[in-house]
């Protein structure tokens, strides 16, 4: 499985912006998404996660209410829009896909959000 990163850039404080990954390769029916981020000097901290369907999501309480995961099933994409964005958003953000028991990790893209 190959995941590719894309989105992400530059905002102002309480803009927005959307991050997107997708998957390639062979896969089960069945799988979850996650996204994380890593700031500078930090350890890489969970934000959102999501059922293959989308159906059942997850956030962190730092990013509840501003930030909204989604599925494309059919693209095997799964989106991050951030909205409200904050300075201490800025961070490297790494989609997580798990299948079978293995996560795959992206490559990251930075967000960076100025004041």
């Known amino acids: 499985v190959q995941l590719q990163a894309s989105g992400g850039g530059l905002a102002q404080a309480g803009g927005s912006l959307t991050v997107s990954c997708a998957a390639s390769g062979r896969t089960a029916d069945r799988y979850g998404w996650g996204w994380f981020r890593q700031q500078s000097g930090k350890e890489r901290e969970f934000v959102s996660a999501a059922s293959w369907s989308g159906a059942t999501t997850y956030y962190s309480d730092s990013v509840k209410g501003r930030f909204t995961i989604s599925v494309d099933g059919a693209k095997k994409t799964v989106y991050l829009q951030m909205n409200s964005l904050k300075p201490e958003d800025t961070a490297a953000y790494y989609c997580?896909?798990?299948?079978?028991?293995?996560?795959?990790w992206g490559q990251g893209t930075l967000v960076t959000v100025s004041s």
């Open positions: 997580k896909f798990s299948n079978r028991g293995i996560d795959y």
